[in-house]
Structures are given as structure tokens and as C-alpha cells.
């Protein structure tokens, strides 16, 4: 699967566990977005965990992407990879 997680979280010390957690999974493509390819009872295990870390006014969104919509992704900067890139940076 291929998601886009987005997040708001306002305690810092629940924001730098939920970045560290998101490294694990994925590409960091903006300060709290990141790009995951990813299985789904990965994806499930990944969001329970994020669920434990989320205040009631925090916002953790999860878009799901299907291939016929990567192929019309881009990224304005041609320098950086394109979107959903298979990267050394992380494991599924």
C-alpha cells in the first residue's frame, strides 16, 4: 500500500516518538509528512501504536494512494526523488 501520513501533534515529546516511529516506515518528504509503501497489517500494527500516542486535539491523517495515482504524482524540485521512490533510508 501506498500512504501518505500526515500529522499535527501538539506535545513535543508524543511528536519526536511519532517521527522516530514514522522513520522506521517510511520517507520523510516534509517535517510531518511522510511517505509509506507498506503492507496492510503493517500499516494496522504502524497506526495502533500511533493511535496510543494521540491527544484529543491531535490530528494523524492517512491517505491511500493507488498506482494509477503515483504515476501522476511529481515533485516541483526534480533534484529530490519522485514520490513513492523505493529509498535505502527505511524497511517495510
Known sequence: MKILLTYD???????????TLLEGYGYRV?????????????LNELLE???????????IRVYAFSADTIEKSYDLNRK???????RSSYVN
Not at 32 to 42: M, N, P, Q, T
Not at 49 to 59: A, G, I, P, Q, V
Open 30 to 42: 516534509n517535517y510531518s509528512v511522510f511517505e509509506l509503501d507498506i503492507k496492510k497489517h503493517k
Open 9 to 19: 501533534i501538539s506535545k513535543t515529546k508524543n511528536r519526536t516518538k511519532v517521527a
Open 49 to 59: 501504536t500511533l493511535w496510543e500516542l494521540c491527544d484529543k486535539n491531535d490530528s
Open 80 to 86: 529530490r526523488p519522485m514520490p513513492f521512490e523505493k
